[in-house]
């Protein structure tokens, strides 16, 4: 009983301070999830009457974010990175062994209730080893000493604020830089340009300089930023996209650890040519151990008088900045899904138009761009036009952060300028005997060796900052299955050509891995996915399946190794099922088998 009163309390306090906010739903969601391990049925019905929100309503914003459940997960919640490059360095085996010492299922509580070992999509560490969350904590560099150390440390109950210290550490990783990573602003430098350039001039500046959105789909920044400067509404927003959940990513990790003052004065900046007074970061629920950190940043800049009322001391310059924690969701990346979640709803993206920069947050004019974005625009500021444009190519202006990772000798991050090719990214990290590129993430492009030459930008090899390297001696099938069952995984399930065509192309992909595909199996999946290309509701489905068509349209010869028929070939093995009661029966012979 006394469990339960505190519980209420505690579900009473959170309301309190959040002021029953339906808005605010997600935020209380996570705080009760890291108290309790899960969320109550009881908390829930405190959170609808208070927000005045249905319980289905919230049961179905539960449901869909991994990170939350209605169960409990066990006192310490250990997720294993299930990424392709976490794979490759032995993840699910250190994951397995870990399980044995415990004496747990995967995904299972044991039944004292102390601990759950699940996996989980790529955490943004891919170049800080094998890496785990606990409680939503990162640990980094796991490897076989770690598990017997932290098996110890689960069965001896030790809080996990009281684990080693070593254990928590978070490399930048940084081997090559250039412009945007050498120079140091962000401390008021591009404000007071704004200042002395107004809102108009400063929009042309960046209009000049060609900056481009680095998420990936590379719309122009300014001429965003004036279509929401002109839509008239009462309030206007800016949200910085840092739910890096594309895998194989970790660029903008980097830029939040190390120049978080940049990142926040480019979000500032937005605000002082839109006329928002309100900004928000949506931090992704694995970079959890950020938040703390970025507070601090945030509270500097208050006492500096570079967030919150007058700022620079100048009279109605209001803007302050406000950290919303996701819960699991790559589709919450997408611009309008990341506005639903940050409304408290199920992240599913919205049908466009109308787009953001008129409706947007509360259906008011919004912009949203992405970590490396702002602290371009920040930088080009303070730093001129020229400093910016005179690198890169005539469409794709400036430089580009690569998170590099996979069989390399140096994963890390690396900053080249515009145009640079695969095959010099590949030399300078270390990387030899190349297989494959995955160009990114999992929605990316597959770079065969023919392609290497090919060059960085958005004219050519496009990318949002993903650079996975796979040698000769790994399995393109185990990488492409991966990205398959991710998809499958982190459908939002609103449109039937995702959900329904991700599962069919996963079940064909495995198939293929098996060796009991056809071609037809090999036409069926490119029919499915040009199917999805066409008539997916979002993003998520249009990409879902270029890791499988690149496999078949770049290494025709290794699918030809995998197939076993020129017809139709079942999946299930009718004969091969039976094996089991042949061996039970003793029995051989031409009539215990199908043929």
Same mark, same amino acid.
């Given at each position: 009983?006394?469990?339960?009163?505190?519980?209420?309390?505690?579900?009473?306090?959170?309301?309190?301070? #959040?002021?029953?906010?339906?808005?605010?739903?997600?935020?209380?969601?996570?705080?009760?999830?890291?108290?309790?391990?899960?969320?109550?049925?009881?908390?829930?019905? !405190?959170?609808?009457?208070?927000?005045?929100?249905?319980?289905?309503?919230?049961? =179905?914003?539960?449901?869909?974010?991994?990170?939350?459940?209605?169960?409990?997960? $066990?006192?310490?919640?250990?997720?294993?990175?299930?990424?392709?490059?976490?794979?490759?360095?032995?993840?699910?085996?250190?994951?397995?062994?870990? @399980?044995?010492?415990?004496?747990?299922?995967?995904?299972?509580?044991?039944?004292?209730?102390? +601990?759950? +070992?699940?996996?989980?999509?790529?955490?943004?560490?891919?170049?800080?080893?094998?890496?785990?969350?606990?409680? =939503?904590?990162?640990?980094?560099?796991?490897?076989?000493?770690?598990?017997?150390?932290?098996?110890?440390?689960?069965?001896?109950?030790?809080?996990?604020?009281?684990?080693?210290?070593?254990?928590?550490?978070?490399?930048?990783?940084?081997?090559?830089?250039?412009?945007?990573?050498?120079?140091?602003?962000?401390?008021?430098?591009?404000?007071?340009?704004?200042?002395?350039?107004?809102?108009?001039?400063?929009?042309?500046?960046?209009?000049?300089? =060609?900056?481009?959105?680095?998420?990936?789909?590379?719309? *122009?920044?300014?001429?965003?930023?004036?279509?929401?400067?002109?839509?008239?509404?009462?309030?206007?927003?800016?949200?910085?996209?840092?739910?890096?959940?594309?895998?194989?990513?970790?660029?903008?990790?980097?830029?939040?650890?190390?120049?978080?003052? @940049? +990142?926040?004065?480019?979000?500032?900046?937005?605000?002082?040519?839109?006329?928002?007074? !309100?900004?928000?970061?949506?931090?992704?629920?694995?970079?959890?151990?950020?938040?703390?950190?970025?507070?601090?940043?945030?509270?500097?800049?208050?006492?500096?008088?570079?967030? =919150?009322?007058?700022?620079?001391?100048?009279?109605?310059?209001?803007?302050?900045?406000?950290?919303?924690?996701?819960?699991?969701?790559?589709?919450?990346?997408?611009?309008?899904?990341?506005?639903?979640?940050?409304?408290?709803?199920?992240?599913?993206?919205?049908?466009?138009?109308? *787009?953001?920069?008129?409706?947007?947050?509360?259906?008011?004019?919004?912009?949203?761009?992405?970590?490396?974005?702002?602290?371009?625009?920040?930088?080009?500021?303070?730093?001129?036009?020229?400093?910016?444009?005179?690198?890169?190519?005539?469409?794709?202006?400036?430089?580009?952060?690569?998170?590099?990772?996979?069989?390399?000798?140096?994963?890390?991050?690396?900053?080249?300028?515009?145009?640079?090719?695969?095959?010099?990214?590949?030399?300078?990290?270390?990387?030899?005997?190349?297989?494959?590129?995955?160009?990114?993430?999992?929605?990316?492009?597959?770079?065969?060796?023919?392609?290497?030459?090919?060059?960085?930008?958005?004219?050519?090899?496009?990318? $949002?900052?993903?650079?996975?390297?796979? #040698? !000769?001696?790994?399995?393109?099938?185990?990488?492409?299955? #991966?990205?398959?069952?991710?998809?499958?995984?982190?459908?939002?399930?609103?449109?039937?050509?995702?959900?329904?065509?991700?599962?069919?192309?996963?079940?064909?992909?495995?198939?293929?891995?098996?060796?009991?595909?056809?071609?037809?199996?090999?036409?069926?999946?490119?029919?499915?996915?040009?199917?999805?290309?066409?008539?997916?509701?979002?993003?998520? $489905?249009?990409?879902?399946?270029?890791? +499988?068509?690149?496999?078949?349209?770049?290494?025709?010869?290794?699918?030809?190794?995998?197939?076993?028929?020129?017809?139709?070939?079942?999946?299930?093995?009718?004969?091969?099922?039976?094996?089991?009661?042949?061996?039970?029966?003793?029995?051989?012979?031409?009539?215990?088998?199908?043929?």
């Amino acid at each position: 009983m006394s469990a339960q009163i505190n519980s209420d309390n505690f579900v009473t306090d959170l309301l309190t301070a #959040n002021n029953q906010d339906p808005g605010r739903l997600l935020q209380c969601l996570h705080a009760i999830q890291y108290r309790y391990s899960y969320i109550p049925k009881h908390a829930i019905d !405190q959170l609808a009457s208070a927000m005045q929100l249905t319980q289905a309503h919230i049961e =179905g914003v539960v449901g869909f974010y991994a990170f939350l459940h209605t169960t409990p997960r $066990g006192q310490f919640d250990i997720l294993f990175s299930d990424n392709i490059t976490d794979y490759m360095l032995g993840s699910r085996e250190l994951m397995r062994w870990l @399980c044995d010492r415990l004496g747990v299922e995967p995904g299972v509580p044991r039944s004292d209730g102390r +601990v759950t +070992v699940d996996a989980t999509p790529c955490t943004g560490m891919c170049d800080q080893g094998v890496s785990i969350l606990v409680n =939503g904590i990162t640990v980094t560099q796991v490897d076989d000493r770690r598990v017997v150390i932290i098996a110890d440390l689960v069965e001896k109950n030790v809080p996990v604020a009281h684990w080693p210290a070593e254990f928590f550490t978070v490399q930048d990783h940084i081997f090559r830089r250039d412009r945007m990573l050498f120079s140091d602003t962000g401390k008021g430098e591009a404000l007071h340009a704004l200042h002395e350039k107004g809102a108009d001039g400063m929009l042309d500046d960046i209009e000049k300089s =060609g900056l481009r959105g680095r998420g990936g789909a590379g719309f *122009f920044t300014a001429l965003k930023w004036r279509f929401c400067k002109q839509a008239e509404a009462d309030a206007h927003y800016v949200i910085c996209n840092a739910d890096e959940g594309e895998p194989g990513t970790f660029k903008d990790r980097v830029l939040l650890t190390s120049h978080s003052n @940049c +990142v926040f004065e480019g979000m500032t900046l937005c605000a002082g040519i839109i006329g928002a007074k !309100q900004g928000y970061l949506y931090l992704r629920g694995e970079y959890l151990y950020l938040r703390e950190q970025l507070e601090q940043i945030l509270a500097q800049r208050r006492e500096k008088g570079l967030l =919150g009322k007058n700022i620079l001391g100048r009279d109605g310059f209001d803007f302050d900045i406000e950290i919303h924690i996701g819960a699991g969701a790559y589709i919450c990346g997408e611009e309008s899904a990341l506005i639903e979640s940050l409304e408290g709803k199920r992240g599913i993206p919205r049908i466009r138009p109308p *787009f953001p920069v008129t409706h947007g947050y509360r259906n008011k004019p919004t912009v949203v761009n992405n970590v490396e974005t702002f602290t371009a625009a920040a930088k080009i500021a303070s730093l001129g036009v020229d400093w910016f444009r005179d690198m890169g190519t005539t469409q794709s202006t400036g430089t580009r952060l690569l998170s590099v990772s996979g069989d390399c000798a140096r994963p890390g991050i690396y900053e080249y300028p515009f145009g640079i090719t695969v095959q010099q990214v590949l030399d300078d990290c270390g990387a030899t005997d190349t297989q494959a590129v995955q160009m990114a993430g999992a929605a990316g492009s597959m770079i065969p060796p023919q392609d290497f030459g090919r060059a960085i930008a958005f004219e050519d090899v496009a990318t $949002g900052g993903s650079f996975m390297i796979f #040698n !000769q001696q790994r399995d393109l099938y185990e990488m492409v299955l #991966n990205f398959a069952r991710f998809f499958v995984h982190e459908s939002c399930g609103f449109c039937t050509p995702c959900r329904v065509g991700g599962s069919l192309l996963k079940d064909l992909v495995e198939k293929l891995y098996h060796c009991r595909a056809s071609r037809y199996d090999v036409e069926q999946m490119k029919n499915i996915g040009a199917l999805m290309q066409r008539s997916s509701h979002c993003g998520l $489905g249009t990409t879902a399946p270029n890791p +499988v068509l690149d496999l078949l349209n770049h290494f025709p010869g290794l699918v030809e190794q995998h197939l076993s028929h020129d017809s139709y070939e079942p999946a299930f093995d009718v004969d091969a099922s039976l094996q089991q009661a042949r061996q039970i029966t003793g029995r051989d012979d031409e009539g215990a088998h199908i043929r």
